[in-house]
């Protein structure tokens, strides 16, 4: 059996030269965005390469005189073995639709997919199924329901506004907090705020997307074509996700979004996600709320927050995310992220 070596393309350049040029060999390009890259060898000979970000397996290439299964498996078993023993419960795939039959053979369950472009799938114990079931009880027979996904870093007057407006526009709103931790927010901490922000909301419940709304921290890009339009597929994804299973699992009928009259990836997400959810569930866009002449996001608060400009961030805030802002938890994480802890630039 070949061998399995850790490549570190990070610290060394002709590791790194290696793996790039064996992933343009399979007509894939080549992430940064990886935490661990593994090579199987045969003898000095590089087969096949896999990486790792967080429980997603990324960057998978097989050399086509190895394609017949074995490596494919022990590869996939190894980077599997890894996720697991960082005590991640499930693993994550992205990959081309003509793979899938692959990863299925090892155990994976397709999630969700873009025809003619990539496939979702995940290996897990309590699964996407589980999550499904974790939610349902919070389903409503009767009205219409409705649902917003936000990642909320940190939540500002403009989320509240948001939630706010859908609220008074239909019986029941489900507000969905992006579970991953990729943001100078903790998963935790958003979650907290943002339940801390609709408190005065009756009729409506703050849950958790797991990892089943993708995040553009982890989507993958690198076996689309250089021509693909990335955020097209990812909103496409999502939205496929959303409503053949999320929708119907909780009856939702409307999704609210904000408007981004100055950003065009949001614009073409909110396209995608428009032409794939309707009929079936209704896209509505939301005005963006300014304060002032200040228009209110969570980018233009980390900013001030870098600057320990709080008086300013007060403007842009609900009363609940201020109280947290300072305390000494929040001023502990804004000390993080004035030294660069998290990136001040993820949304």
């Not at 429980?55 to 190895?66: G, H, M, P």
């Not at 992205?94 to 969700?112: A, N, W």
């Not at 053949?244 to 904000?258: D, E, L, Q, S």
């Not at 065009?264 to 396209?271: K, P, V």
Request: with cysteine; net charge negative; glycine share 6%.
């Amino acid at each position: 059996m070949a061998d399995i070596r850790r490549l570190f393309v990070h610290q060394q350049r002709d590791v790194y030269d290696m793996w790039v040029g064996f992933l343009n060999q399979a007509n894939i390009r080549h992430e940064d965005n990886v935490e661990f890259v593994y090579g199987v060898f045969e003898g000095d000979q590089l087969i096949a390469t896999g990486s790792i970000y967080q429980n997603i397996l990324k960057c998978i290439a097989v050399c086509k005189d190895f394609t017949g299964g074995a490596t494919l498996s022990q590869l996939i078993s190894h980077l599997m073995s890894e996720v697991m023993d960082r005590g991640f419960k499930a693993c994550y795939v992205y990959t081309k639709p003509d793979t899938t039959q692959s990863f299925e053979y090892l155990g994976f369950k397709e999630i969700g997919r873009v025809d003619g472009e990539l496939v979702f799938l995940e290996k897990a114990i309590n699964g996407f199924d589980s999550y499904l079931e974790s939610i349902q009880q919070y389903r409503h027979e009767d009205g219409v329901s409705a649902a917003i996904v936000m990642n909320a870093n940190p939540f500002t007057k403009g989320h509240q506004y948001l939630v706010e407006s859908a609220a008074a526009a239909v019986d029941y709103v489900f507000v969905f907090v992006l579970s991953e931790d990729a943001s100078a927010f903790p998963a935790a901490v958003r979650k907290q705020l943002v339940m801390a922000g609709v408190s005065h909301l009756d009729n409506v419940t703050v849950l958790d997307t797991g990892s089943y709304m993708v995040s553009s921290q982890t989507f993958p890009s690198y076996f689309l074509k250089e021509s693909s339009d990335v955020t097209r597929i990812q909103a496409e994804l999502d939205a496929s996700i959303f409503k053949n299973r999320i929708a119907k699992t909780m009856n939702i009928r409307v999704r609210f979004v904000g408007e981004e009259p100055f950003s065009e990836a949001t614009n073409i997400y909110n396209t995608a996600l428009k032409t794939v959810l309707e009929p079936e569930v209704q896209l509505r866009i939301i005005p963006r709320k300014q304060e002032g002449d200040v228009v209110i996001s969570a980018t233009r608060v980390r900013e001030h927050l870098y600057l320990n400009d709080l008086e300013f961030v007060k403007e842009l805030v609900p009363t609940t995310t201020y109280d947290y802002l300072t305390s000494q938890a929040g001023q502990s994480l804004i000390e993080d992220i004035r030294n660069g802890g998290k990136s001040i630039g993820k949304v």
